[in-house]
């Protein structure tokens, strides 16, 4: 079946260094691609999503680039700050379009 | 519209007692959907309705679990005799159909009720 998997954490940097988390996924047919955030203690929300290959997701200095060659999402950031400490999954939503699968997420911690 | 909402936001129970949570989507969207977090990992789908319609539920979804959406606008789960294995995040999404495609959709998560079975 469809799945993501995504890079271990914890991951710690100091305030603006450059952010890589992995991700790579297994799916049939052509699925849409998100990264979640979820700071703490608050629900899940879109960081951002790409619908298909080559697309380029991007949203507050984070981007994202769908490559179907190599079944990857992965997430990139080039100066973090201390409020980007929180949890960040990455995510597949597959033709059906009703279940969205996510990676177990991985949390980071930014040093000022 | 505010986003999506979930009521309560806490809740603890003894093991075996019955627990309801409500999810009210955002007002446009006639998909609604839950999901099951537990702690170091991902939601994990458990149920989806289209209007009233349930339309899909994963095997996670056991026989103690049922959930409703009456009039296709709220939302309810409910799980019977709980076990202290119930322990979890419980979310509610919602999204509309959109005319580009269903893969497409994004789904707006509410802010959780987190169970505590003891």
């Known amino acids: 079946g469809d799945s993501v998997t995504q890079m271990e954490g914890p991951v710690t940097l100091s305030e603006e260094a450059f952010l890589t988390i992995n991700c790579t996924y297994t799916a049939t047919g052509y699925p849409s691609l998100f990264w979640y955030v979820q700071y703490p203690g608050e629900g899940l929300q879109l960081l951002l999503k790409a619908t298909k290959a080559d697309d380029k997701g991007s949203n507050k200095g984070f981007e994202a680039t769908y490559r179907k060659e190599t079944t990857s999402f992965h997430l990139e950031k080039g100066s973090v700050q201390v409020s980007d400490s929180a949890v960040y999954f990455c995510a597949l939503n597959g033709p059906g379009g009703f279940k969205t699968i996510f990676g177990a997420g991985t949390r980071l911690f930014v040093k000022a | 519209d505010t986003g999506v909402s979930q009521d309560p936001r806490h809740k603890i129970t003894k093991r075996g007692q019955n627990v309801t949570f409500r999810c009210d989507p955002i007002s446009e969207h006639n998909r609604l959907y839950w999901y099951r977090q537990t702690l170091g990992q991902g939601p994990e789908f458990l149920t989806y309705f289209q209007n009233e319609a349930q339309l899909e539920k994963s095997r996670l979804l056991s026989d103690r679990f049922s959930a409703e959406r009456p009039k296709g606008s709220f939302s309810t789960l409910e799980i019977q005799r709980t076990e202290q294995g119930d322990s979890a995040m419980y979310l509610c999404?919602?999204?509309?159909?959109?005319?580009?495609?269903?893969?497409?959709?994004?789904?707006?998560f509410g802010p959780g009720t987190r169970l505590l079975v003891l």
């Open positions: 999404a919602s999204s509309s159909t959109g005319t580009s495609g269903r893969a497409q959709e994004t789904q707006y």
